[in-house]
């Protein structure tokens, strides 16, 4: 169980491409995903919580215009990378914890990432 | 805010040998440490996580500490074996994120050497 699903999996677009990637839990409802980033050799860098039904919760730094995120049901999230480029590729990897609400207690499940790659 | 510090950056092991990690965390009330291993290319698994009310955790080969007082947290991997080699990540959720959000300590490079 706690499987997550995200597509695509490897992403390459010239400049100025927006680009959609998804992040489904398939066997649990999720109110709460999340959006991480991961440079080469580097840790998990948290961009944003993704609140089913409400406005998504950014991380200092990141820019809420540029990585638009949805979340319209209980089971996808989308973030959408807006007119990228070079400098936004990387690796994006989503998350969710089943439940709803409550404390900070339960595990996260991460999708597969998907490798976005600018030219 | 969290900030959590990992060490070390790179271990590398006999196979058979022990490995730990070792982690240590700002927040206080911070209240829930999963550990995650990650392969190359791959999505990060959890292999093992303590709450806060509980100071160890072992799973087979797989174990954690919590030392509450000192604010940090170890993983033990015994009888270590070559898929044992990978990246491995502690977190920590602080509790005045009601969404269980996670901050991660920077990885730890495990090879384990046959």
């Known amino acids: 169980g706690a499987v997550v699903s995200q597509h695509p999996s490897w992403v390459i677009c010239k400049s100025g491409t927006s680009v959609k990637i998804e992040c489904r839990s398939l066997?649990?409802?999720?109110?709460?995903m999340f959006w991480y980033r991961q440079f080469p050799k580097q840790s998990l860098m948290l961009m944003a919580t993704?609140?089913?039904?409400?406005?998504?919760?950014?991380e200092q730094g990141v820019e809420k215009d540029k990585f638009l995120i949805n979340h319209a049901s209980l089971t996808l999230s989308t973030l959408t990378v807006t007119s990228a480029h070079p400098e936004d590729s990387s690796f994006y990897i989503c998350?969710?914890?089943?439940?709803?609400?409550?404390?900070?207690?339960?595990?996260?499940?991460f999708g597969d990432g998907t490798r976005l790659s600018i030219l | 805010g969290e900030n959590v510090e990992q060490h070390p950056s790179t271990l590398s092991v006999q196979e058979g040998d022990s490995a730990v990690i070792k982690c240590t965390y700002s927040?206080?009330?911070?209240?829930?440490f999963p550990w995650y291993k990650q392969e190359l290319g791959k999505r990060p698994q959890l292999i093992i996580d303590?709450?806060?009310?509980?100071g160890e955790k072992k799973d087979q080969r797989i174990a954690v500490t919590l030392n509450k007082t000192a604010k940090h947290f170890s993983l033990h991997i015994t009888e270590t074996q070559p898929e044992d080699s990978a990246v491995y990540f502690c977190?920590?959720?602080?509790?005045?994120?009601?969404?269980?959000?996670?901050?991660f300590g920077q990885g730890t490079t495990l090879q384990v050497k046959p």
């Open positions: 977190a920590a959720s602080p509790p005045w994120s009601n969404t269980g959000k996670l901050i």
């Open positions: 303590i709450r806060s009310n509980v």
């Open positions: 998350s969710a914890r089943p439940g709803q609400g409550g404390l900070g207690n339960q595990p996260q499940h």
């Open positions: 993704s609140n089913e039904g409400s406005k998504a919760t950014y």
């Open positions: 927040d206080s009330a911070s209240n829930y």
């Open positions: 066997d649990f409802q999720a109110t709460t």
